[in-house]
């Protein structure tokens, strides 16, 4: 097949094909996660591929909306779009088909979204996400249900060297209302914070009229992170009521999180605003040692099921599973989990005894394929060895006696002599 | 490796001016200064690592968390616009990026009047903000250096490039009409370096901030 004319089939840049050996481990860390979200007592729902554009833009701000990719629908004349973010879609579906459920909602979802990028950045435009919500709650103990949960999950995950990093919309928005700055000016100020850039956040302030005192709360934002002597901090610098209430808000939360035991997982960062458009209060987002993306990122957003036509406070988050995968990849579990237990090689004429043992071992939980294709041993374990398969089953053939089979371990070609009948017995333990 | 500092330096004039200002707050990095063509540097003992890398590579390497900590001119993040924080200017390297021109262009030109010009330049994508911030409709030849020639045989009609001392521009029979942006040295750091590893970041951009 090697000879055979190679069709240049490129894909679009920002989307890729994952082979068995990825999306085994793909597979794994959504496994990971769904277990999590399962225990915590949410229930998953499927969102569609496709919506229409004007029904998705309400919920989504700006910067999403531009990211959407949109195209014609021919049957209805009307603009559909790829959705660029699944909670929209899980607000209007509780909004609209969810209605005469009782509250709270938990929901959990895994999908793919789909956002342009800028060219040549290198980054992914197809995101895949594995994310929950928890609707119709406003108290602190559901943001705290939520933090709480992700941290559980990447614990499972096996992480160790991660922050969960916490900020708030509303201390940041207290700041802004005191100051009544224009709104070019603040979407410059936001931008600027948003990078921590101190001298840029100085050289904007200076040209506007503004007092001292809301000069230095503006400035003060790229500072206030660390962990929770961030809040003393900036209850001295913001003393208008929006601000003060979301340092209370934050406070409460991490009290309750203190009973989950995570407060060692946790930063917190005032100056964090970069959330996405909806978010209303606690927003989090989640770190791992030597990776630059999150590998999630969450908040509540009280205001976007009413966007739908049904007013109820919510929070949630979601997974990156790729940023996951980078960060995990080489972990021996991870890594494991693209292996397969067993091939079986006949060199007896008959296939009956090699399908009945393959059956046994799949009904022991041994994943097991047949060879079927008629090549010599050294040739089918060359095949097991590329396709991660750990074990390779000789049935007939000269390495055993003929009530037995012969079981050689592909990593180092050791190999044993089993009898058959002991190996359909129930408490069998494999010897290799 | 997780316990480790790493710092993105470019070779050059800023590396020299990063180990004197490290050495202020106690973090001794001479050995960067040696003429050997190693790229990555360790200090057991002080827990840090250093890569020297091309300028222009220095926010990407800290984009993906390769370093924790990068040192940059403001053009380079300016062009680029990556994902990082850059939360200290570290005042040195000033310089300024600015639209040149032939001094016998410059006599009676203004550039107010400008409505479609062709300029050459290493910075395409600053350029064109700036200029579509003010409507006027450019033509973006990238070049990448020695910029101030394109103007002498003709390829552009202006340039946008960074001018120190300007005698480059004066030696070539150009002038500045236009500052765009002000330019210095910037600390930048990985998104999730700032969070997992707060408290040696805080401090080193504190200790920093002492000696700008």
Known sequence: MRDSITIEAPIPKGVADFLPEKAAKIGYIEEKIRRVFDLWGFRRIITPMLEFQEVMALGLGEELREKTFRFDDRQSGRLMVVPPDITPQVARIVATRMRDYPLPHRIHYEGRVLRQIESQSGKSREIFQAGVELIGLDSP???AEMVAMAIEVMKSLGLADFKLDLGHIGYFRGIMEAAGLPARTEALLREAIGKKDASAINELLEKEPVSETVKGQIAALPRLFGGREVLERAEKVATNDRSRRALENIAQVLDILDIYGVTDYLTIDLGEIRGLDYHTGLTFEGFVTGMG??????????DLTEKYGFPAPATGFAFNILALLTAL???PDVEASKTRDFLIFNLKEDRREALEITQALRRKGYSTARDIIRRDYDN?????RRMNILRMMVIGGDDCAPDEVYIVRVADQKGIAVKMAELLRDDFVLPV | MTDFITIAIPKGRILEESVTLFKKIGINCDELLSSSRKLIFENQAEKMRYMIVRATD???YVEYGCADLG????????EQEKDVYEPLDLKFGYCRMMVAEPAGLATDDDPSSWSNIRIATKYPNVTEKYFAAKG???EIIKLYGSIELAPLVGLSERIVDLVSTGETLKQNGLVEVETIAEITTRLIVNRASLKTKHRRITEIITGLERHV
């Open chain 1, 141 to 143: 103990e559901a943001d």
């Open chain 1, 293 to 302: 993306d999150a590998v999630c990122s969450g908040g509540r957003y009280d």
């Open chain 1, 329 to 331: 990849e080489k972990r």
């Open chain 1, 380 to 384: 089918s374990l060359a095949y097991a």
């Open chain 2, 58 to 60: 220095v926010p990407t």
């Open chain 2, 71 to 78: 040192i940059v001119g403001k053009d380079t993040l300016m």
């Open chain 2, 136 to 138: 006027i409709q450019v």
